[in-house]
């Protein structure tokens, strides 16, 4: 299947810090990319959808000034987040789809990152 | 938005007992998709379904989709150890490509 690279696995960070997580598509192309949240023990939660070329659109709830998300190119988003807090520290996934490779509708999920907020 | 109801939220089975989630809507659904998460990891596509009434099989996994297209259900046959993770089901939100997720079934095998 298609991969998705995410990359840090894991940051530790000072409250008051921005932390950038980087989302690639290794082996295709993706115009969107979705980012996600996932707070321990629970479900994943849309945070943006990232869209090449163009601003994000995000989930209600989701402060965009807070969360800043790039896809400057087809294989590459980021997520800034900015002035981060301990109330900010979760697990981030990024996913895409590789729509002309696979007609599943499958997302292709990266590895996570996880963040931590001293 | 789209939401889906996802039932139960935990699950405790012995290796070779069946298991079986299930997830719901209050809308017909144009799709649902399955997904496992292992512990630590991160989601990893099972199946889609599309159809009314579908069932798939995956070895010992059987996915269905009902026939008004407003629930789906994950079957595991004995299950193995190596079962061991959270089920999530996903819906695509109507009209676009975003996927909302059930609260999903963490599932724990007592070997």
């Known amino acids: 299947g298609a991969v998705v690279s995410q990359h840090p696995s894991w940051v530790i960070c000072k409250s008051g810090t921005s932390v950038k997580i980087e989302c690639r598509s290794l082996?295709?192309?993706?115009?969107?990319m979705f980012w996600y949240r996932q707070f321990p023990k629970q479900s994943l939660m849309l945070m943006a959808t990232?869209?090449?070329?163009?601003?994000?659109?995000?989930e209600q709830g989701v402060e965009k000034d807070k969360f800043l998300i790039n896809h400057a190119s087809l294989t590459l988003s980021t997520l800034t987040v900015t002035s981060a807090h301990p109330e900010d520290s979760s697990f981030y996934i990024c996913?895409?789809?590789?729509?002309?490779?696979?007609?599943?509708?499958?997302?292709?999920f990266g590895e996570g990152s996880r963040l931590t907020v001293l | 938005g789209q939401q889906v109801m996802q039932i139960p939220q935990y699950q405790h089975v012995q290796e070779g007992e069946d298991f079986t989630t299930y997830c719901n809507s209050s809308?017909?659904?144009?799709?649902i998709q399955w997904y496992k998460q292992r512990p630590g990891g991160h989601p990893v596509f099972l199946i889609q379904?599309?159809?009314?009434?579908e069932v798939k099989k995956q070895k010992r996994l059987t996915f269905q989709f009902g026939e008004a297209k407003k629930n789906s259900s994950l079957h595991i046959t004995a299950t193995q150890t190596t079962d061991v993770g959270t089920y999530f089901c996903?819906?695509?939100?109507?009209?676009?490509?975003?996927?909302?997720f059930g609260k999903g079934t963490k599932l724990t095998v007592n070997p």
């Open positions: 996913s895409a789809g590789d729509y002309y490779k696979a007609n599943t509708g499958e997302l292709f």
């Open positions: 082996d295709f192309q993706a115009t969107t």
């Open positions: 990232s869209n090449e070329g163009s601003k994000a659109t995000y």
């Open positions: 809308t017909t659904l144009s799709n």
């Open positions: 379904l599309v159809k009314s009434g």
């Open positions: 996903a819906a695509v939100q109507g009209g676009s490509e975003k996927l909302v």
